[in-house]
């Protein structure tokens, strides 16, 4: 249970780290790494989702 409650916070962790750090990035570096600001939530999704 200790553990997967761990993996749980691990992963909420690693969520909100991407999170800052797209939304840290100009409208420019997202479009070069082929984003845009809308994008965000849904990136944030797929990583949930292959969680």
């Known amino acids: 249970m200790i553990n997967r ?4 916070l691990y992963h909420w962790r690693e969520m909100a780290d991407t999170a800052d750090q797209l ?17 965000i939530p849904a990136v944030l999704r797929q990583m949930n989702e292959a969680h």
């Open 23 to 39: 939304s840290r990035l100009s409208d420019d570096q997202l479009r070069d790494i082929g984003l845009s600001r809308g994008d």
């Open 5 to 8: 409650i761990l993996r749980s």
